[in-house]
């Protein structure tokens, strides 16, 4: 089945400095991928939108200045977390459709920025 | 715009116990549904969805859901709970009109099996 892998799957950083997030298609091209963030015991809330050679395009409130995303190729899209700060520690997670009614998702990377 | 509605944000079961997890959802357009498992620390995998046809949808590790057009549903159901189910569960809605339709989750459930 169509997988993305992501990583880090885990990354520590200190405040003030950026991180940059991978997720790849591994075996399809992802034409989109939906980046979401997840705080503790809460559920995914919808980011951005990205496609392959065009602007991603930001949830109302996502600062596109902060979360820069990248999706350069059809089987790789970029998150970048810049200048990142302790309220940036979340869990991160990209998906991707997959056919017309499908979507997979990436296994998540957990920001803790220190 | 779409929404989904997951009631009871932690569902408690005994071990063996029928499991029963709650999704409304509010769609302008025909729906397409689905069910995710997230155990600690990872991503997200698919129980089961529906799209279209038959709306008794079964899916892995013996959960099914009924796809309730009139009552606006999609509930979770597993006959016998066992010890591994314990997880966080999500609802999803998508619309599917276009290639960037993303997911809409609920807020999840936290089910926990007692032994």
């Known amino acids: 089945g169509a997988v993305v892998s992501q990583h880090p799957s885990w990354v520590i950083c200190k405040s003030g400095t950026s991180v940059k997030i991978e997720c790849r298609s591994l075996d399809f091209q992802a034409t989109t991928m939906f980046w979401y963030r997840q705080f503790p015991k809460q559920s995914l809330m919808l980011m951005a939108t990205s496609n392959e050679g065009s602007k991603a395009t930001y949830e109302q409130g996502v600062e596109k200045d902060k979360f820069l995303i990248n999706h350069a190729s059809l089987t790789l899209s970029t998150l970048t977390v810049t200048s990142a700060h302790p309220e940036d520690s979340s869990f991160y997670i990209c998906?991707?459709?997959?056919?017309?009614?499908?979507?997979?998702f990436g296994s998540g990377t957990r920001l803790t920025v220190v | 715009a779409q929404s989904v509605t997951q009631l009871g944000s932690h569902v408690s079961v005994s071990e063996g116990a029928l499991v029963l997890l709650r999704c409304n959802y509010s769609s302008s357009v025909p729906p397409y549904l689905f069910w995710y498992v997230q155990y600690p620390n990872q991503g997200l995998q698919l129980l089961l969805k529906y799209t279209t046809g038959a709306t008794l949808v079964k899916g892995i590790n013996g959960f099914e859901a009924e796809f309730k057009k009139s009552e606006t549903s999609f509930h979770l159901t597993k006959p016998s709970a066992h010890m591994s189910d314990a997880a966080e569960y999500f609802c999803?809605?998508?619309?599917?009109?276009?290639?960037?339709?993303?997911?809409?989750f609920g807020k999840g459930t936290r089910l926990s099996v007692i032994a």
């Open positions: 999803a809605v998508s619309d599917q009109t276009s290639g960037n339709t993303p997911l809409v």
């Open positions: 998906s991707a459709r997959t056919g017309i009614y499908g979507y997979t």
